[in-house]
């Protein structure tokens, strides 16, 4: 049984800086892996942020590049989101998520992806 629980979510104020955890437990690592954070805000659809390929690639929605980090720690099983120089704007349930296969130019479509975490709320004032 696949899980993953995203943690980090919180208040902040503008400019300020965030860092969410997704640890992953139950998913075999067999061929390659997409993981990704999207978030959703009250009355939009859910949008990609980014995406960490297996062999390190990133894709960054341009709203967040420069400010926002993804990384994984193998041993721990967990995935980063490193979120600095917060915006109003950034406002959501971020969620983690996991697909079996690449990444490529369509990581951002959140119905490409098989497993997704419980959601933790940013707050940004």
């Known amino acids: 049984h696949v899980q993953l629980v995203e943690s980090g979510g919180g208040s902040v104020q503008a400019g300020g800086s965030l860092r969410l955890s997704c640890t992953v437990s139950?998913?075999?690592?067999?061929?390659?892996?997409?993981m990704g954070w999207f978030r959703q805000a009250p009355g939009k659809e859910r949008e990609g942020v980014v995406a960490?390929?297996?062999?390190?690639?990133?894709w960054y929605a341009d709203s967040v590049k420069g400010r926002f980090t993804i990384s994984k720690d193998d041993l721990k099983d967990t995935l980063y989101l490193q979120m600095n120089t917060l915006k109003p704007e950034d406002s959501a349930v971020y969620y983690c998520?996991?697909?079996?296969?690449?990444?490529?130019?369509?990581?951002?479509?959140?119905?490409?992806?098989?497993?997704w975490g419980q959601g933790t709320q940013v707050t940004v004032s």
């Open positions: 998520a996991v697909k079996r296969g690449l990444c490529g130019s369509w990581w951002w479509k959140a119905y490409e992806y098989n497993h």
């Open positions: 139950g998913y075999t690592y067999d061929g390659s892996v997409c």
């Open positions: 960490l390929a297996s062999d390190g690639s990133t």
